[in-house]
């Protein structure tokens, strides 16, 4: 009896193991059919990377005010500063680099407050309806009623000025369309039959929603967290632009484009290479976005299955 058990067990987990490498497979294809994809992954990657590991690339001082560094000043890009010097000197390509580890900290702050929040909300809205549903749709619809930016400069202008306060504010307006997204999917899985045979055999209700709804409905979540990161650095950086989010001398792209703008078109490099950096972000998670929908979606899977 034990080495049946063993052995339905082994078979299982090769299953399983076969069908993940399957699934891979199937990733590595989509994303080999798909240019805009495979771009906006480098796009991504590399900005992981680079908010890792790029402030300690670089040869120069991206904070620090030096005395020879102030007689660089406002200097146009060159082979000792590819994105030129700002007015005090330092190097912008430095710079944006650690503005890039800045930013990859508060998206991932933001996702990391607001994602659960808006999940848990959502499956209890979702699964229990009623009163419950009520309650927690009616306070999303008041978040949803106000305009996101705008909400998210009052908030951080309460707060105080800062790149916690604007985290924390950014997170209170990002919360709401999870509940959403996922309320919709709650609605839809829990009248299944998995889940019906799961509440027949008294499955606890913390077991339902973690273990067989919540997995179900992780698809359009995905989809919603990629377009989100890239729109949470927008919004962070607009708020850094009008002086709320990051102070001197964090050197956040917002801020840095904010800093430029006074010296704008003869000193150009200092705002557009800031701006560059925001624009190429934001598209290759939106490109990136875009794939990840499609990998999910069985018809595309089938036909690109057919065509691979």
Not at 87 to 94: K, N
């Amino acid at each position: 009896m034990r080495w049946s058990q063993k052995g339905s067990t082994v078979l299982n987990n090769l299953r399983m193991l076969i069908q993940l490498t399957n699934e891979w497979k199937l990733i590595l294809l989509v994303i080999r059919k798909s240019p805009l994809t495979t771009a906006g992954l480098v796009i991504v990657s590399g900005f992981v990377i680079l908010g890792i590991v790029g402030p300690y690339a670089t040869l120069h001082d991206p904070i620090m005010i030096s005395v020879t560094g102030a007689l660089k000043r406002l200097h146009p890009p060159c082979l000792e500063h590819p994105f030129g010097t700002d007015e005090y000197g330092r190097d912008l390509f430095s710079r944006v680099l650690y503005g890039a580890r800045v930013s990859l900290v508060a998206a991932l702050s933001v996702m990391v407050i607001a994602v659960p929040i808006g999940v848990l909300l959502g499956l209890c809205s979702g699964y229990y309806g009623g009163i419950v549903d009520e309650v927690i749709m009616r306070i999303t619809d008041i978040f949803l009623s106000f305009p996101g930016l705008v909400l998210a400069i009052a908030l951080s202008a309460s707060l105080g000025a800062g790149l916690t306060s604007a985290i924390i504010a950014l997170a209170v307006v990002w919360w709401p369309g999870y509940v959403r997204v996922i309320r919709a999917q709650v609605l839809v899985v829990k009248e299944m039959l998995f889940v019906e045979a799961a509440r027949a055999i008294g499955v606890k209700t913390s077991k339902i929603l973690f273990r067989h709804i919540l997995p179900n409905s992780i698809t359009p979540l995905l989809v919603l967290i990629t377009f989100d990161f890239g729109s949470v650095i927008l919004a962070n950086s607009a708020l850094s632009f009008i002086g709320l989010g990051a102070q001197p001398p964090i050197p956040e792209w917002g801020r840095l484009i904010a800093d430029g703008r006074r010296w704008f078109p003869d000193k150009w490099w200092y705002s557009f290479f800031p701006g560059l950096a925001i624009l190429i972000t934001v598209l290759g998670f939106n490109l990136l976005g875009d794939g990840i929908r499609d990998m999910m979606d069985p018809r595309y899977r089938r036909s690109i299955e057919m065509k691979g």
